[in-house]
T-cell receptor, first 113, second 114 residues
Framework: DTGVSQNPRHKITKRGQNVTFRCDPI?????LYWYRQTLGQGPEFLTY????????KSRLLSDRFSAERPKGSFSTLEIQRTEQGDSAMYLC???????????FGQGTRLTVV | AQSVTQLDSQVPVFEEAPVELRCNYS??????LFWYVQYPNQGLQLLLK??????LVESINGFEAEFNKSQTSFHLRKPSVHISDTAEYFC????????????FGKGTLLTVNP
């Protein structure tokens, strides 16, 4: 297993366009998290899945953001009508049931121009 | 609500010098504490964690951190740093339970100079 995988690594989009990111967690991990990291800040929690159920969403996750994990394996994060303020690194992490260590992917860097 | 304060945004040191990266947290419940490291162009990696038991925890590469409940601190230390320790270090807390979501500090950039 190669760890948490995120695609694409980089995305440049024009303001107003929709973008979708994918995260493939470690295969036996049933918990999956999305975080956002802006320049000079630590990662901020966005949302959390246990298997296919989205159990918590941060207030940072506006109605333009939607995340899914349809089969309890990979997850997607979609941003509709992107704004320049959405420019950030989007990080995915996964943990096993009962595990205390979150394993992070390398992130998707989004630039909205 | 939980919060994490990393008091230094940048810490420059010379190789083989000791270093301390400071972290303070606030929480109304018991917490688990973590230090993550991010090397250039890489993802976050767990460096060490405190869950319970001994308040002094160590990593495999010579870092240690001590949980101090009365001072709500979890400072990271290394007695002698190497150039390869140059990275950004993030302190994080979690209240555990069924979620384990992390609340991070803003990070400390450790730069080790020859």
């Amino acid at each position: 297993d190669t760890g948490v995988s995120q695609n694409p690594r980089h995305k440049i989009t024009k303001r107003g366009q929709n973008v979708t990111f994918r995260c493939d967690p470690i295969s036996e991990h049933n918990r999956l998290y999305w975080y956002r990291q802006t320049l000079g800040q630590g990662p901020e929690f966005l949302t959390y899945f246990q298997n296919e159920a989205q159990l918590e969403k941060s207030r940072l996750l506006s109605d333009r953001f939607s995340a899914e994990r349809p089969k309890g394996s990979f997850s997607t994060l979609e941003i509709q009508r992107t704004e320049q303020g959405d420019s950030a690194m989007y990080l995915c992490a996964s943990t096993s049931q009962g595990g205390t260590e979150a394993f992070f992917g390398q992130g998707t860097r989004l630039t909205v121009v | 609500a939980q919060s994490v304060t990393q008091l230094d945004s940048q810490v420059p040191v010379f190789e083989e010098a000791p270093v301390e990266l400071r972290c303070n947290y606030s929480s109304s419940v018991s917490v688990y504490l973590f230090w993550y490291v991010q090397y250039p162009n890489q993802g976050l990696q767990l460096l060490l964690k405190y869950l319970s038991g001994s308040t002094l925890v160590e990593s495999i590469n010579g870092f240690e951190a001590e949980f101090n409940k009365s001072q709500t601190s979890f400072h990271l230390r290394k007695p002698s740093v190497h150039i390869s320790d140059t990275a950004e270090y993030f302190c994080a807390v979690s209240s555990g339970g069924s979620n384990y979501k992390l609340t991070f500090g803003k990070g400390t950039l450790l730069t080790v100079n020859p």
